[in-house]
């Protein structure tokens, strides 16, 4: 019904930077809140930011000020700008949306399949 697929992950160095994409599809009314989650080897799967409908932002703390979360409605897209990027930032980051799909009364949550992001030092 949903797919959330996900790209821009790749190898960068230390302090550099790079934009994630993840880009729903699908059959559906609409999408509330946009999510992106990382997970890095031997660690549980961690929130690092979120921004709902009306555009409010959240983030963790390691990432602030480092990182922007923003959304393109029109294109179903959220993105996230990591700049000043750390080795401990490596992990896969998976994309996550609730979305009101068709004929449903309330939204579920749909997981992308993750892209790997690499930071060397």
């Known amino acids: 019904q949903v797919q959330l697929v996900e790209s821009g992950g790749g190898l960068v160095q230390a302090g550099g930077s790079l934009r994630l994409s993840c880009t729903a599809s699908g059959s559906f009314n609409s999408i509330n809140a946009m999510h992106w989650y990382r997970q890095a080897p031997g660690k549980q799967r961690e929130l690092v930011a979120a921004?709902?409908?009306?555009?409010?932002?959240n983030y963790a703390d390691s990432v602030k000020d480092r990182f922007t979360i923003s959304r393109d409605n029109a294109k179903n897209t959220v993105y996230l700008q990591m700049t000043s990027l750390k080795p401990e930032d490596t992990a896969v980051y998976y994309c996550?949306?609730?979305?009101?799909?068709?004929?449903?009364?309330?939204?579920?949550?749909?997981w992308g399949q993750g892209t790997q992001v690499t930071v060397s030092s």
């Open positions: 996550y949306a609730t979305v009101l799909t068709i004929g449903r009364t309330f939204a579920r949550g749909y």
């Open positions: 921004i709902t409908g009306g555009l409010s932002t």
